[in-house]
């Protein structure tokens, strides 16, 4: 069964830092990724798809990248806005089932 | 497009009652999902529908969940009766027909069992 973990849980950073969101999983037959967002109260909004023939994407500040090799996708934040903050989630689609394997997100919060 | 539309936002209901959350994909959209989030679980996957018909079911807890899709622009999830484990937040998610398409979130439903 497809494990999704992500690291940190949370993360506080000042206005202005770039940062790192980490995702692992444990079967590297997955069709593709995304990247959501969630923000309090609300419904999740998605940022960036990466097939798995794909290494990256990118969407303004925002870049994910696939490794299926060593199980693992990050989500790079360049110079981070308190507008940023929300629980950033990751999600994997495996195979032609298409159904979605969440992580527990990570918890962001860009300080002003 | 309004995107995915859910109704109640939020729900609040006695143990043993009958709970019905109802959806409506974006239009053209071939896939219609139903997550439950909890802050145990994160969210999971309790059935899908393509084309209207139920394609994989083996999210839902037990048999006093059911989820119909009578038509392109419905989804209802129905639970009978409730409990207050089933205190969640219930998402519904559309996704275009092909490889690799997006799946785009509702609002969600707040069901509260008292």
């Known amino acids: 069964k497809q494990e999704v973990t992500q690291i940190p849980a949370a993360l506080s950073v000042p206005e202005g830092e770039n940062l790192v969101l980490n995702c692992s999983f444990t079967d590297s037959a997955i069709y593709n990724l995304q990247w959501f967002r969630q923000d309090p109260g609300k419904g999740l909004t998605s940022l960036l798809l990466?097939?798995?023939?794909?290494r990256e994407q990118t969407s303004g500040r925002l870049n994910a990248s696939l490794d299926k090799s060593s199980g693992r996708s990050t989500l790079y934040i360049a110079a981070s806005q308190p507008g940023d903050s929300a629980t950033y989630l990751c999600a994997f689609r495996e195979g032609s089932n298409y159904k979605l394997t969440f992580g527990k997100g990570t918890l962001l919060t860009v300080n002003p | 497009d309004a995107g995915v539309i859910q109704s109640p936002r939020h729900e609040v209901t006695e143990m043993g009652q009958e709970v019905t959350l109802r959806c409506k994909p974006i239009?053209?959209?071939?896939?219609l999902f139903w997550y439950r989030q909890t802050m145990m679980r994160g969210l999971e996957l309790l059935i899908y529908?393509?084309?209207?018909?139920?394609?994989?079911d083996s999210g839902m807890p037990e048999d006093r969940f059911s989820a119909k899709m009578p038509n392109a622009s419905f989804s209802t999830l129905k639970i009978q009766p409730s409990e207050p484990r089933d205190s969640a937040v219930y998402f519904c998610?559309?996704?275009?027909?092909?490889?690799?398409?997006?799946?785009?979130f509702g609002p969600g439903t707040r069901l509260t069992v008292t």
């Open positions: 529908f393509n084309n209207n018909v139920p394609i994989d």
């Open positions: 239009s053209g959209h071939d896939y």
């Open positions: 998610a559309s996704s275009l027909d092909g490889s690799g398409y997006e799946q785009y």
């Open positions: 990466i097939q798995s023939s794909q």
